[in-house]
């Protein structure tokens, strides 16, 4: 099982920056991972995909962070980086790493991370 680990979530002003890191263990490099991405989630909202990458370095965002937010991915580190710039309050969630794909076999595959709390404040 591969196991994902978020850092890099805190407390900043509105306007702010922060650089969200989400860490694969060993056993599985993300290069193999068809697809990573951040979502976020607020108390008793869905999980929103924020910002996708796949393994061929396609990128995708939601509209509301187009612009200020970019996915990017290091193999050498087995890291997917989100840095976020011109923060606003209404990014205040839970943000959450996932890696996602088909496996040789046709086997559907997923990975979640535990999240990582960003608070943006006005």
């Known amino acids: 099982q591969v196991q994902l680990v978020e850092s890099g979530g805190g407390l900043v002003q509105a306007g702010g920056s922060l650089r969200l890191s989400c860490a694969a263990s060993?056993?599985?490099?993300?290069?193999?991972?068809?697809?990573m991405g951040w979502y976020r989630q607020a108390p008793g909202n869905q999980r929103e995909l924020v910002a996708s990458?796949?393994?061929?370095?396609?990128?995708n965002y939601v509209n509301s962070v187009k612009g200020r937010f970019t996915i990017s991915r290091d193999n050498t580190k087995n890291t997917v980086y989100l840095q976020m710039n011109s923060l606003k309050p209404e990014d205040t969630d839970v943000y959450y790493c996932?890696?996602?794909?088909?496996?040789?076999?046709?086997?559907?595959?997923?990975?979640w991370g535990q999240g990582t709390q960003v608070t943006v404040s006005s």
């Open positions: 996932r890696g996602w794909g088909v496996g040789v076999f046709g086997k559907e595959y997923e990975y």
């Open positions: 060993s056993s599985r490099s993300i290069s193999s991972i068809n697809a």
């Open positions: 990458i796949t393994s061929g370095g396609s990128t």
